[in-house]
Nanobody
Framework: QVQLVESGGGLVQAGGSLRLSCAAS????????MNWFRQAPGKEREFVAG??????????DYADSVKGRFTISRDNAKNTVYLQMNSLKPEDTAVYYC?????WGQGTQVTVSS
Protein backbone atom coordinates (compact mmCIF):
# COMPACT_ATOMS: atom_id res chain seq x y z
CA GLN A 1 0.00 0.00 0.00
CA VAL A 2 1.38 3.34 -1.06
CA GLN A 3 1.77 5.91 1.69
CA LEU A 4 3.00 9.48 1.59
CA VAL A 5 3.75 11.17 4.91
CA GLU A 6 4.58 14.88 5.04
CA SER A 7 6.41 16.62 7.84
CA GLY A 8 8.23 19.86 8.55
CA GLY A 9 5.37 22.33 8.58
CA GLY A 10 4.95 24.94 11.27
CA LEU A 11 4.68 28.61 12.12
CA VAL A 12 7.32 30.98 10.78
CA GLN A 13 7.68 34.73 10.40
CA ALA A 14 7.66 36.35 7.00
CA GLY A 15 11.10 36.10 5.42
CA GLY A 16 11.85 32.86 7.21
CA SER A 17 12.44 29.36 5.91
CA LEU A 18 11.03 25.88 6.30
CA ARG A 19 11.89 22.53 4.78
CA LEU A 20 9.09 20.08 4.13
CA SER A 21 9.71 16.37 3.75
CA CYS A 22 7.59 13.68 2.15
CA ALA A 23 8.48 10.11 2.97
CA ALA A 24 7.08 7.59 0.53
CA SER A 25 6.55 3.91 1.22
CA UNK A 26 4.94 0.96 -0.44
CA UNK A 27 7.11 0.95 -3.53
CA UNK A 28 10.13 2.69 -4.99
CA UNK A 29 9.35 6.13 -6.37
CA UNK A 30 12.71 6.78 -7.93
CA UNK A 31 11.31 6.92 -11.47
CA UNK A 32 8.00 8.57 -10.62
CA UNK A 33 7.21 12.25 -10.72
CA MET A 34 6.72 13.72 -7.27
CA ASN A 35 4.84 16.94 -6.62
CA TRP A 36 3.94 19.42 -3.93
CA PHE A 37 0.55 21.11 -3.90
CA ARG A 38 -0.97 23.51 -1.42
CA GLN A 39 -4.43 24.61 -0.40
CA ALA A 40 -5.18 27.82 1.43
CA PRO A 41 -8.47 28.34 3.30
CA GLY A 42 -11.30 29.02 0.88
CA LYS A 43 -9.11 28.37 -2.16
CA GLU A 44 -8.60 25.49 -4.55
CA ARG A 45 -5.62 23.21 -4.26
CA GLU A 46 -2.81 24.48 -6.45
CA PHE A 47 0.42 23.09 -7.86
CA VAL A 48 3.58 24.34 -6.15
CA ALA A 49 6.50 22.30 -7.46
CA GLY A 50 7.30 19.01 -9.16
CA UNK A 51 10.32 16.84 -9.89
CA UNK A 52 10.49 14.15 -12.54
CA UNK A 53 12.97 12.27 -14.65
CA UNK A 54 13.63 12.80 -18.33
CA UNK A 55 16.19 11.31 -20.69
CA UNK A 56 18.50 14.20 -19.86
CA UNK A 57 18.13 13.97 -16.12
CA UNK A 58 15.96 15.42 -13.39
CA UNK A 59 13.43 18.07 -14.33
CA UNK A 60 11.91 20.52 -11.86
CA ASP A 61 8.88 22.74 -12.34
CA TYR A 62 7.56 25.54 -10.16
CA ALA A 63 4.53 27.72 -9.89
CA ASP A 64 5.34 31.30 -10.83
CA SER A 65 4.45 32.43 -7.32
CA VAL A 66 7.28 30.40 -5.75
CA LYS A 67 10.01 30.51 -8.41
CA GLY A 68 13.31 31.64 -6.97
CA ARG A 69 12.14 31.02 -3.40
CA PHE A 70 11.27 27.31 -3.26
CA THR A 71 13.42 24.35 -4.27
CA ILE A 72 12.21 20.79 -4.73
CA SER A 73 14.63 17.89 -4.43
CA ARG A 74 14.57 14.18 -3.82
CA ASP A 75 16.67 11.50 -2.16
CA ASN A 76 15.87 8.27 -3.96
CA ALA A 77 17.83 6.20 -1.47
CA LYS A 78 15.48 7.43 1.25
CA ASN A 79 12.39 7.50 -0.98
CA THR A 80 11.90 11.07 0.19
CA VAL A 81 11.15 14.34 -1.56
CA TYR A 82 11.83 17.74 -0.03
CA LEU A 83 10.57 21.26 -0.48
CA GLN A 84 12.94 23.95 0.73
CA MET A 85 10.97 27.15 1.21
CA ASN A 86 12.84 30.42 1.65
CA SER A 87 11.72 34.05 1.86
CA LEU A 88 8.31 32.91 2.99
CA LYS A 89 5.38 35.27 2.65
CA PRO A 90 2.03 35.34 4.45
CA GLU A 91 0.37 34.30 1.18
CA ASP A 92 2.32 31.03 1.36
CA THR A 93 0.16 30.02 4.31
CA ALA A 94 -1.61 26.79 3.39
CA VAL A 95 -1.76 23.07 3.93
CA TYR A 96 0.97 21.52 1.80
CA TYR A 97 0.39 18.12 0.23
CA CYS A 98 2.76 15.62 -1.33
CA UNK A 99 1.53 13.86 -4.45
CA UNK A 100 2.51 11.19 -6.91
CA UNK A 101 0.01 9.94 -9.47
CA UNK A 102 -3.26 9.34 -7.67
CA UNK A 103 -1.65 9.19 -4.23
CA TRP A 104 -1.76 12.02 -1.72
CA GLY A 105 -0.36 12.59 1.72
CA GLN A 106 -2.38 13.91 4.63
CA GLY A 107 -0.85 17.37 4.41
CA THR A 108 1.22 19.56 6.69
CA GLN A 109 0.24 23.06 7.80
CA VAL A 110 2.49 25.99 6.98
CA THR A 111 1.62 29.31 8.58
CA VAL A 112 3.57 32.46 7.78
CA SER A 113 2.97 35.43 10.06
CA SER A 114 3.47 39.01 8.92
Amino acid sequence: QVQLVESGGGLVQAGGSLRLSCAASGRSFSTYAMNWFRQAPGKEREFVAGISWTWSGARTDYADSVKGRFTISRDNAKNTVYLQMNSLKPEDTAVYYCNTGSHWGQGTQVTVSS
